[in-house]
């Protein structure tokens, strides 16, 4: 059985630059990635098809196509042909939360398959799979800190981000990424600075936070409570949200800070640290 991790994926900037008429935005956004997240299994013996499991199951029982099975689909038709596997889905993550979950699902699938058939992580078939699977799976396949341009899917691997505690935090409000969008004010408030991936972090914003708020006014709690925590070095959004997400200096003001929010709110709480995974070599501005 091939076991691959799909790690949640933050948000550290998110601006907006322009609607473009194809109907998506010009984006430019810091990716970054966690320790933590779902984990996709592939057994070649097993019936075909997909089981789901994990404490947010039930959010993909109603779904009779998810990104996973359309992630083997794109494979098979593009990478190397062969019959379904028996998939099992591991959901950790909250459903429609701004971290990627399908996003990092459907990547996951695509290396999980890449090594079932000995296809090297840097065929440029995978990168080709993922952006025809959705704009930010590009960034869940590359699986590290990255510059995202474009729609998300043209990418510039950052080094210099350290492995800060991380503590992310979901009110279990899931927010229409379509409706955020739809939202934004249409003004370009200004492109992500260079540098230091943190410092950029830092010098920047993310722009679907208005309109988030107007969807889902419990952000704002939740952002006022992870900045107000000793140690913060970011507090923030993450995507589209409803997922927000503080860094800390130390592992032990992160946990103080988990303890703090779970004995206020029943809210989803998870402990962990930025990381990164090998990636796979991905179209930057001067290829695109």
């Known amino acids: ?7 949640a994926k933050l948000n550290l900037a998110l601006h907006v630059r322009a609607r473009r008429a194809d109907g998506y935005h010009e984006l430019e956004t810091l990716f970054a990635f966690v320790a933590d997240g779902d984990v996709v299994t592939i057994d070649p013996t097993g019936a075909p098809g997909l089981t789901l499991t994990g404490p947010f199951a039930a959010g993909l029982s109603g ?13 098979r038709a593009r990478v190397v042909d062969g019959r379904p596997m028996a998939i099992l889905l591991d959901k950790r993550l909250p459903v429609a939360s701004g971290i990627g979950g399908g996003s990092a699902d459907a990547a996951a699938t695509l290396r999980a398959l890449a090594r079932l058939e000995g296809v090297a992580i840097d065929d440029p078939r995978l990168f ?8 930010d799976v590009p960034a869940c396949l590359l699986g590290k800190t990255a510059l995202g341009r474009g729609r ?10 350290a492995a800060l505690p991380a503590l992310l935090i979901n009110p279990g409000v899931a927010v229409s990424t379509a409706a955020v969008f739809a939202r934004w004010d249409g003004i370009d408030r200004g492109p992500i600075g260079q540098g230091d991936p943190l410092a950029a972090a830092l010098a920047g914003r993310n722009d679907l936070e208005p309109p988030a708020l107007a969807l889902a006014p419990v952000i704002a709690e939740i952002l006022a409570l992870l900045a107000a925590q000793p140690g913060v070095r970011l507090a923030r959004m993450s995507g589209s949200g409803a997922t927000c997400f503080a860094l800390f200096d130390t592992a032990d003001q992160r946990a103080a800070a988990a303890a703090r929010v779970r004995a ?6 998870l402990e962990t640290v930025l990381a990164g995974q090998p990636g796979v070599p991905c179209r930057d501005q001067a290829a695109a």
């Open 1 to 7: 059985m091939i076991v691959e991790a799909a790690p």
């Open 63 to 75: 779904e009779g196509d998810n990104l996973v099975l359309r992630a083997e689909r794109l494979f």
């Open 128 to 135: 080709g799979c993922a952006e025809a699977l959705g704009s």
């Open 152 to 161: 998300g899917e043209l990418l510039l691997p950052l080094d210099g981000l």
């Open 264 to 269: 206020a709110h029943p809210w989803w709480c």
